[in-house]
Nanobody, 123 residues
């Protein structure tokens, strides 16, 4: 059974930081590109960041460039999202997703999704 389990969400004040983790099991993690997406209340799910299977190339939405950093540790089957300088508009449920063989900047084609973790940024 393939599982992607996000953790690390919570409540933080604007300007603060959080680090999200996504632990994968049941798949060959090292051949999947990984992505982070989020869904704010009343809005569609949107792309946040992605990383190729080797970790050599990363992609970011314009809204988070310079503030968020995606990384992965293939030995631990885990992908991370470091979020700094958080803004209230970053609030939402954050999902990780896996796509063979490489990620895209849209949700199309991703093979597996996690359950999501809530991030709330207060003003």
């Amino acid at each position: 059974q393939v599982q992607l389990v996000e953790s690390g969400g919570g409540l933080v004040q604007a300007g603060g930081s959080l680090r999200l983790s996504c632990a994968a099991s049941g798949l060959t993690f090292s051949i999947y590109g990984m992505g982070w997406f989020r869904q704010a209340p009343g809005k569609e799910r949107e792309f946040v960041a992605a990383i190729r299977s080797s970790g050599a190339i990363v992609y970011y939405a314009d809204s988070v460039k310079g503030r968020f950093t995606i990384s992965r540790d293939n030995a631990k089957n885990t992908v991370y999202l470091q979020m700094n300088s958080l803004k209230p508009e970053d609030t939402g449920v954050y999902y990780c997703a896996a796509r063979m063989y490489q990620p895209t900047m849209t949700e199309h084609g991703y093979d597996y999704w996690g359950q999501g973790t809530q991030v709330t940024v207060s003003s």
